[in-house]
């Protein structure tokens, strides 16, 4: 038992969580505590006040006793994760998951056979980093069965738990993960041990799923600054086997010193577009092997396949003529990955800056003619009626979309006369 408490503040002081705690703590000679990134943040000193953070808890209990215990507080438990051992309680709307002690019986790399236990040591030493085998109590006393969580807790000491080998081949994602954590919790150098142990089991990362592997590597990149990390993925040789293409770091870094100085939310489609050619066709073959989903994908494609130019200076009406045939999501995504590549990005900054809010308060307007109009011009129903709208069109959009009606039925009439007629 460590000498360490947490101080009584936020999520260990908020009334659903505490509920939840006591529930389980009413069982006869049942334990719980507290664990993960909640008790590792707090001891890091990451964790704001009032902030809400995702607790877990760990209990001797079984889980059939953990649902009864639950229920006997009119508590709702959901059985998420039952055959790993994990019930998710539900206080007040406010999920908490609860986890039985395990330790590992087999492992392949990819998921990991257990049983449950009672010994605190023996589920510590089955986690992967040993900031995340820190334990709390209801009173946020904590408890560090590995010795050192604790301390590389707060040093920012992103270290296996035991032999880094053993841990990476129970589960080959803890390979990202070891990065992930770096470059949301780590300080100074990379734990040596560690990283050599990530390059000696690169192999390992092809046995993962995609959406794993995409779901990790988009959690890393959203970090305030990952450039740590990825260039560090980078020298070991782990980038390259989960990302081939990325090619852009310093696109990538630009992007992040952006995002720093203006206070923008962090984007991680954004982000990733970055570390990419900008060429569609790898956008889409990456966005197809990690299965990203349509959305994402697409957005993707939009963005790096994009040939219209988008500059700092532009005026307000090659603002508009470029939102309109980009669409102003596209065109804000673009602006964002040519301000990364400007060169001059810190000189034109307030530029930049000054263009992003106009391209996304405008809402493109809508062509005020339709086929009905280009009928009543003479045009019979076929292919000649978009051919004159598209005419139509293209002088409305250097014409900066005016609203002048006989302007417009009377470019059209000529734009009849000239290629139908």
Request: glycine fraction near 6%; proline fraction near 5%.
């Given at each position: ?8 503040i936020g999520?260990?002081m ?7 705690m006591?529930a389980l ?25 009032g ?16 649902i ?5 507080a009119?508590?709702?438990?959901v059985?998420t994760?039952i ?5 998710t309680?539900v ?10 002690l395990?330790?590992?019986v087999?492992?392949d790399g990819r ?10 040591a ?7 980093f ?20 604790i ?8 270290r296996?738990a035991?032999?880094?080998?053993a841990?990476?081949?129970e ?11 770096y470059a949301?919790?780590?300080?100074g150098?990379m734990d040596r041990?560690g ?6 089991h690169?192999a ?6 995609p959406?794993?592997?995409a779901?990790?590597f988009?959690?890393l ?14 020298a070991?040789g ?8 990325a090619?852009?770091?310093e696109?990538l ?9 203006t206070?923008?939310e962090?984007d ?15 956008a ?23 040939r ?7 005026s307000?009406?090659?603002m508009r ?12 995504d673009?602006?964002?990955l040519?301000?990364a590549?400007d060169?001059k990005r810190?000189h ?11 391209i996304?308060?405008w809402k493109p307007?809508?062509?005020?003619l339709d086929?009905?109009h280009v009928k ?9 009626i978009?051919?004159?709208l598209?005419?139509v069109?293209e002088w409305?959009i250097?014409a900066d979309?005016t ?9 059209m009439?000529?734009v009849?006369?000239a290629?139908?007629?």
């Open positions: 038992m460590g000498n360490d408490t947490l101080p009584m999520w260990i908020d009334p659903d969580v505490v509920k939840v006591q703590l009413s069982g006869s000679g049942v334990q719980a505590r507290y664990v993960g990134g909640a008790v590792r943040d707090a001891v890091r000193g990451a964790t704001q006040y902030e809400k953070v995702d607790v877990d808890i760990a209990t001797t209990a079984t889980p059939e006793r953990v009864e215990l639950l229920q006997a009119d508590l709702k438990a059985p994760g055959d790993h051992g994990t019930v309680a206080s007040n709307h406010r999920p908490v998951e609860i986890t039985t395990r330790r590992d087999n492992t998921r990991a056979e257990v049983s449950y236990t009672t010994d605190w023996a589920d510590a030493a089955r986690r992967d040993t900031m995340n085998a820190i334990y709390a109590d209801k009173d946020g006393v904590l408890f560090d069965p590995l010795g050192t969580g301390a590389d807790a707060k040093a920012g000491l992103v296996f035991g032999d880094p080998d841990r990476i081949q589960d080959y994602l803890r390979i990202l993960r070891f990065f992930r954590f949301w919790c780590g300080k150098e041990a990283l050599q142990a990530c390059a000696r690169i390992g990362l092809s046995q993962l799923s959406e794993r592997v779901k990790e988009l959690k990149i959203c970090a305030s600054n990952p450039m740590p990390a990825l260039r560090q993925m980078a070991s782990v980038l390259s086997a989960v990302l081939p293409e090619s852009n770091l696109r870094n630009a992007l992040v010193e952006i995002d720093a100085m206070f923008f962090t991680p489609i954004l982000r990733f577009a970055a570390l990419l050619p900008d060429e569609g066709a790898v889409t073959q990456v966005a197809k092997r990690l299965r990203f989903s349509n959305a994402n994908r697409d957005r993707l494609v939009a963005m790096l396949s994009a219209q130019r988008v500059f700092c200076y532009m307000v009406r090659e003529r470029t939102a309109y045939r980009m669409t102003p999501k596209v065109m804000r673009v602006a964002m040519r301000w590549g060169v810190n034109n900054a307030v530029q930049w800056r000054a263009l992003l809010p106009m996304e308060s307007p809508v062509l005020p086929g009905h009543l011009a003479g045009v019979p129903d076929g292919p000649h978009g051919e004159v598209r005419e069109e409305w250097d979309f609203t002048d009606e006989y302007s417009l039925i009377e470019r009439k000529a009849v006369q290629t139908i007629l």
